[in-house]
């Protein structure tokens, strides 16, 4: 017995008392109605994982009731029964993006054929659904480990500065030489610099890592600026330059998710330009285009290997030494890409010019609807 829930709308009773009595001996939840106001019902209350509705039917069609589920954001796949006589009916389901068409009289094999055929999709989305968050889990796992890394470089100067302040005071105190009135104030305000910059470094980590799937309206050079925080340690230590294009433009989208994908492309590019001992930069640039929104982020590492490029994006496959590398983290950026943020991201090496100098390095160019394109598309 399949595991679905299910819910038939036929106005034809005699039709609709056979079907179902056929559908319950190989689907686990079945719900039939004669009218389509009260499957409307229903369907909002259970959230059947498939519909299947008659077109033509009086009072309400299946098209107008599939369509009040569509604004309500509701999304279930229906398949819609039809004769041919009815074809005024099938552009206007072709638009609402309908699973599929069944002729009448129904053939009810072919009618199970195509709920098994279903099933066996979804049981295939739900599998990869699981690994997916797996996935994601291991990839979180991973980025935590490298922001713990990042806020211990971000956290050794000032540790040092409130170390050196306090060793001096009690060191001042018992040799009798500290002179409170004028030297305490300064030792103090250090203190609470160092405290309060390790306070917001810490926010901003916490902020990465919290889970936040509310889509909302930001600017792009705030989520570049996050990213730089990010990373500043590590590109200072190995004088790495960030250099930003970037034009006022806003993004109605996931942020958080967003500051995964390109911290991922710049710690990739990071990674390989510590190996090098030539200037180290990393470009970004963010400018809008015929209705969607363009960030490109190159390097001058050289490129990635031919090989290697047109699977880059491939699970478990990484350019990095199996010591460093998992091959996670670019395939979770295109999904993020493609599932979450609904764009399109590229990768090729490029040759460039910066400063009268000639560079070579990869480029990846990630593609999302803006703001506006959004509004129009709804």
């Known amino acids: 017995m399949l595991d679905l829930k299910l819910v038939v709308v036929e106005d034809d009773e005699i039709l609709l008392k056979r079907i179902t009595r056929i559908l319950k001996r190989e689907i686990s939840d079945v719900y039939s109605f004669n009218n389509p106001d009260d499957a409307l019902n229903k369907i909002i209350e259970v959230r059947p994982d498939i519909i299947i509705s008659d077109i033509n039917m009086p009072g309400m069609s299946g ?9 309500q954001n509701i999304k279930v796949p229906i398949i819609l029964a039809s004769a041919f006589s009815e074809p005024k009916y099938f552009i206007e389901a072709i638009k609402l993006k309908v699973k599929n068409f069944i002729v009448k009289p129904i053939n009810i094999d072919n009618l199970l054929a195509e709920i098994k055929e279903f099933h066996d999709e979804l049981e295939e989305k739900k599998e990869l659904t699981k690994k997916e968050k797996v996935l994601r889990i291991q990839s979180k796992m991973a980025a935590m480990g490298e922001m713990l890394g990042n806020i211990a470089h971000q956290w050794k100067q000032p540790l040092n500065t409130i170390s050196m302040c306090t060793s001096t005071m009690q060191l001042g105190k018992e040799m009798n030489n500290f002179d409170f009135e004028n030297e305490l104030d300064e030792y103090l305000n250090n203190i609470m610099e160092s405290v309060n910059y390790m306070s917001s470094t810490i926010n901003d980590f916490q902020n990465y890592l919290k889970p936040n799937k509310l889509e909302t309206n930001f600017h792009l050079d705030d989520t570049i600026e996050k990213v ?5 340690a590590q590109c200072k230590a190995h004088n790495i330059k960030v250099i930003k294009n970037i034009e006022n433009t806003n993004l109605s989208s996931y942020q958080n998710e967003l500051l995964q994908v390109i911290l991922n492309i710049v710690k990739n590019a990071s990674d390989e330009l510590i190996k090098m001992d030539l200037e180290k930069y990393i470009f970004i640039d963010i400018f809008e285009e015929d209705g969607e929104i ?19 994006f491939k699970l478990y496959i990484t350019s990095k030494d199996d010591t460093d590398g ?12 493609e599932n979450s943020l609904e764009g399109k991201i590229t990768v090729e090496n490029i040759d460039f010019t910066y400063n009268d100098k000639k560079y070579t390095g990869a ?16």
């Open 228 to 232: 730089e925080k990010l990373i500043s």
């Open 63 to 71: 098209l107008e009731m599939y369509k009040k589920l569509n604004d």
């Open 294 to 312: 363009t960030l490109k982020i190159k390097d001058n590492a050289g490129g990635i290997k031919q090989k290697d490029i047109s699977s880059i």
């Open 326 to 337: 998992t091959g996670i983290g670019l395939y979770m950026t295109k999904q993020i890409v």
């Open 363 to 378: 480029e990846f160019t990630i593609k999302i609807k803006s703001l506006i394109n959004k509004l129009v598309d709804a």
